[in-house]
C-alpha cells in the first residue's frame, strides 16, 4: 500500500505462568508506529496486524495484548 513504517519501533514482553508446567501466559506487544502511517490508513494497519499468520497462529489460551501508539 506504499506506507513507510521506517522509523517505527516494536517493544515486545512475556509473562510465564508461576505454576509447573511454566508456559507463556500473555505476550504484550506495542508498536510505536511512525508518522508514515496516515490517519485514515490506521485501521487497516492494525487489522493487518491482528490478522497475519503469526498473530492467528498463538496458542488460544496465550493473551496478546497488542498495543498501537501513534506521534499524533
Do not use: W
Request: charged share 30%.
Amino acid at each position: 500500500d506504499n506506507v513507510s513504517l521506517d522509523g517505527t519501533k516494536i517493544y515486545a514482553e512475556k509473562h510465564m505462568t508461576p505454576e509447573p508446567p511454566r508456559r507463556i501466559a500473555k505476550v504484550v506487544i506495542r508498536l510505536d508506529v511512525s508518522s508514515g502511517v496516515p490517519r485514515d490508513y490506521r485501521p487497516k494497519f492494525e487489522h493487518i496486524c491482528r490478522t497475519c499468520p503469526v498473530a492467528l497462529s498463538v496458542h488460544p489460551d496465550v493473551h496478546v495484548d497488542l498495543q498501537f501508539t501513534y506521534p499524533d
